[in-house]
Nanobody, 126 residues
Framework: VQLQACGGGLVQAGGSLRLSCVPS????????VGWFRQAPGKERELVAA???????HYNDAVKGRFTISRVRGESTVYLQMNSLNPEDTAVYYC?????????????????????WGQGTLVTVSS
């Protein structure tokens, strides 16, 4: 089972990127999925999470700028990132809670995830 995170890159401050999390090996269609990030020298933090119905949770630092989404019935989860700033520079990971079918995002918020992607680097230049 793999979670392929892609879409990272180098962008100027104020720019946008869209990340995609594509599972393989199993489906996470009805399971909570989240995006985390880890900046150099900092701890990993939750960015956003979404459950099967589209209920979402966001880190206060990205509210109003980032949008997590998924097409109902599909496994791919997206993270649209707008108005990026240098503080958003980090490796972004997608992660899934493979135990909570039809569950809420609570487990993701608590960091209790079963599957991690390999990460994609987002670099925002000033």
């Amino acid at each position: 089972v793999q979670l392929q995170a892609c879409g990272g890159g180098l962008v100027q401050a104020g720019g946008s990127l869209r990340l995609s999390c594509v599972p393989s090996g199993r489906s996470f269609t009805n399971y909570p999925v989240g995006w985390f990030r880890q900046a150099p020298g900092k701890e990993r933090e939750l960015v956003a999470a979404i459950n099967y119905r589209g209920s979402t949770h966001y880190n206060d630092a990205v509210k109003g700028r980032f949008t997590i989404s998924r097409v109902r019935g599909e496994s791919t989860v997206y993270l649209q990132m707008n108005s990026l700033n240098p503080e958003d520079t980090a490796v972004y990971y997608c992660a899934a809670d493979g135990r909570s079918r039809f569950g809420s995002v609570d487990a993701i918020i608590g960091g209790k995830v079963d599957y991690w992607g390999q990460g994609t680097l987002v670099t925002v230049s000033s």
